[in-house]
Every structure is written in C-alpha cells, then in structure tokens.
C-alpha cells in the first residue's frame, strides 16, 4: 500500500516567519494530496488540497506544491500568527476506492 | 447539508468489555466510510474502509471489527477491549461532488482502563 512521510516531525518558528513542511508518497497511482490542521482535542480540518493535474496552489497565507516526479508535496505558511500553532496532517489518496494515507504530523509552534 | 454524526464524544471503558461506536452520514448517498484511529500524539491509523453496505476491508489485523449495515451508517465494536484500543477514534466520509474530499466526525475518545 502507499506509504506517506512527513517532515520535520515537530516545528518551531517565530511569529510572521515562514513554515514549511514536506511529505513524500511511494504510490505514483496517487493523484490527491490533501493537507488537514489538527488542534488538541478536535477532529483534522482540511485546509487545502492538490491534484496531481497541478504542480502549487495558494489559499491566502497557505501554499501547497507537488512534484509528482519525485513524489513529493508540501505545505508553506507564510506569516505564521500563533493561530498556527497545531499538528499538520498531509495525505495520499490513491485511485482505488478512495483511500487516503497519513503522514505522521508535524507539530508546528509559531511563538509571539 | 451534508454531514456526519458520531458518538459517543469521550468513553471510559473496562479490559475486556464489548464496544459499540457508531457514525452516521447526512446528505448523501452510498459515501465511502472509513475508521481511523489516533493513539495520543501520534498520527492516523486506518483501520476499516467500506465503499458500500456490508462491504469492509480491514487494514490491519486487530481486536476490532466494522460493519456497515444501513447506506448511511457505519459502525466500529470490539468484543473485549484491550488497553492498547485506547485512543481517538474518528470516522470519516468522501464527498464525491462536486469534487473529492475526507471529511472527519468529531471523533471518540476511549479510554480503556
């Protein structure tokens, strides 16, 4: 099955920095990538998504980039505000039957 | 609207007791399903998937079972909990339109003690 890795596992940055964290995916059937924000407690969020038919997408202050050649996506925050703070989950779905695989999380903390 | 239900929030169970979770869909029809599970600070397991009713695949070997028996409903159990089953329990759904998408439930907190 797919087998998604995700980079760094924890994440410390200054309030108004940039975050960047990486994932790579083994499955090349894999054609999305979503990218899901965890707060203590609550359920994952999806905050932005890519499609293999894509190589970025931007949301506001959230990027997301693929290179579907080397199997590798990530997320970029620009302006990190402390409302940031939370664990990032990104995906792989796979074209049977829709499922999707986690990476491990990165634990990001945008100080003030 | 579309949405998912899924009960209970929290649970404290004993070793060796039965489980019943269940999560339910709104809105849609014949959505693919799935259980996933998070043991503390760690990430998403996959447990079960179904695309369909009485169809499950099971992704890892374990003390637990799914089954689905309404288009809308999905469900997680166990005969006898271990310790080890603690964790946060989430299912989730696809919404297929307009465009493919994971949604998750609220999610379970068991506590096996």
């Known amino acids: 099955g797919e087998n998604v890795e995700q980079h760094p596992s924890t994440l410390s940055v200054q309030e108004g920095d940039s975050a960047v964290i990486k994932c790579t995916y083994s499955d090349s059937a894999s054609n999305y990538f979503p990218w899901y924000k965890q707060e203590l407690g609550k359920r994952p969020q999806l905050i932005i998504d890519?499609?293999?038919?894509?190589g970025e997408k931007k949301d506001q202050r959230i990027a997301v980039t693929l290179n579907k050649t080397a199997k590798h996506f990530s997320l970029h925050i620009t302006e990190t505000q402390p409302e940031d703070s939370a664990v990032y989950f990104c995906a792989a779905s796979s074209s049977n039957f829709n499922k999707f695989y986690f990476g491990s999380g990165t634990k990001l903390n945008v100080k003030p | 609207s579309q949405t998912i239900h899924q009960w209970p929030a929290t649970l404290v169970q004993p070793v060796g007791s039965p489980l019943s979770l269940e999560c339910t869909v709104e809105g849609t029809s014949n959505p693919n399903l799935y259980w996933y599970r998070q043991a503390a600070g760690r990430g998403l397991q996959l447990l079960f998937y179904?695309?369909?009713?009485?169809?499950i695949s099971s992704e890892v070997p374990q003390n637990l079972s799914a089954s689905r028996p309404q288009d809308r409903q999905f469900i997680l159990s166990s005969k006898k909990l271990l310790l080890s089953d603690s964790g946060f329990y989430l299912c989730a759904w696809v919404r297929l339109r307009p465009d493919e998408k994971l949604f998750f439930g609220s999610g379970t907190q068991l506590s096996v003690l």
């Open positions: 179904s695309v369909g009713i009485g169809q």
């Open positions: 890519i499609r293999s038919n894509v």
